[in-house]
């Protein structure tokens, strides 16, 4: 059972996971682990289901996701009888009013969709990942003189579900540095997974590049892939200037997780988010909305 924090609503909810029992399965039995170990966890997995969600036999899966989950489908540009497959409902694009995004540059925005944990004042060797597991940022990135940048500054992970919105955003103006790949497995970012496997996000496959953004320092950008998610797209190109709420890229089939860093005294989140972290809850936060301010 996964409770998450709705702002709009200030209330607690009980996230409704796309198998939740084979996620189960795999990351608590010892049947489960021997295959995610021998075969699940690599990528192979991964790019044979990839390929099935990008076919045309795919599409029959759509309208009962949708129905399942309650999916507002009015945000999308496309309906369901328009995607030619599961990866091209599963990118779809919404409705520019869909997410409006604050224009004021002290406002700072989520990035995408999804569930929402923020770390102030981290320590760069113990980032946690889940009470009782920590990670290192220089592991997770390989770069120890980008890593040194973020010392006692804030960290947030955004976990995308299977049925969200997933394309991630440019939180501000400002300029984007090439993207760098690391190999990593494809084991599931569900907090089920992430209870059960030290240093998940070090292991999996992830990206990361820096925006030089106008009004927050140096954003340190990492985008982790998961099981099934064969593919993690930049649509952006490397080195230009990009503007507040633009696109960045997308994921493919899949749980994902964007991981922001940002440099000490820059932005100050809210309260409610910083609170429920504090109790192992993450806040359920849609693209664009404010999720701190300029410090």
């Not at 030619?84 to 925005?109: E, G, Q, Y």
């Not at 981290?122 to 990135?141: A, C, H, P, R, W």
């Not at 952006?236 to 000490?264: A, H, W």
Request: aromatic fraction near 12%.
């Amino acid at each position: 059972m996964i409770k998450i924090y709705n702002r709009e609503s200030k209330s607690y909810e009980i996230e409704k996971v796309l198998g939740e029992n084979y996620i189960k399965w795999t990351y608590e039995s010892p049947i489960g682990k021997s295959f995610l170990n021998i075969f699940l966890k690599r990528k192979l997995f991964s790019k044979l289901y990839g390929f099935f969600c990008d076919s045309k036999r795919s599409v029959k899966k759509i309208d009962n996701i949708i129905n399942e989950y309650n999916i507002n489908m009015n945000e999308s540009i496309k309906q369901s009888k328009d995607f030619r497959s599961f990866n091209d409902f599963f990118t779809r694009k919404l409705h520019p009013s869909a997410r409006p995004i604050s224009k004021n540059c002290n406002d700072f925005v989520s990035p995408g969709d999804g569930r929402l944990l923020a770390f102030e004042n981290i320590d760069l060797e113990n980032i946690v990942q889940v009470k009782g597991f920590t990670y290192s940022l220089k592991e997770l990135i390989n770069d120890d003189s980008i890593a040194d940048k973020y010392q006692n500054g804030t960290c947030l992970v955004l976990r995308l579900c299977p049925v969200d919105y997933h394309r991630f955003h440019f939180v501000d103006n400002g300029t984007i540095s090439s993207n760098n790949k690391i190999k990593g497995y494809y084991y599931s970012v569900n907090p089920i997974a992430l209870g059960g496997i030290k240093k998940l996000f070090c292991k999996n496959k992830r990206e990361w590049s820096m925006l030089h953004s106008d009004n927050f320092g140096d954003i340190l950008y990492i985008e982790v892939g998961a099981t099934c998610v064969g593919t993690i797209k930049q649509t952006y190109t490397p080195n230009t200037k990009v503007s507040k709420g633009s696109e960045k890229g997308y994921f493919k089939f899949g749980g994902s997780t964007v991981i922001l860093f940002l440099e000490k005294n820059k932005v100050k989140i809210d309260d409610d988010i910083l609170s429920e972290t504090k109790k192992n809850i993450e806040t359920k936060v849609k693209m664009g909305e404010t999720i701190g301010l300029k410090l």
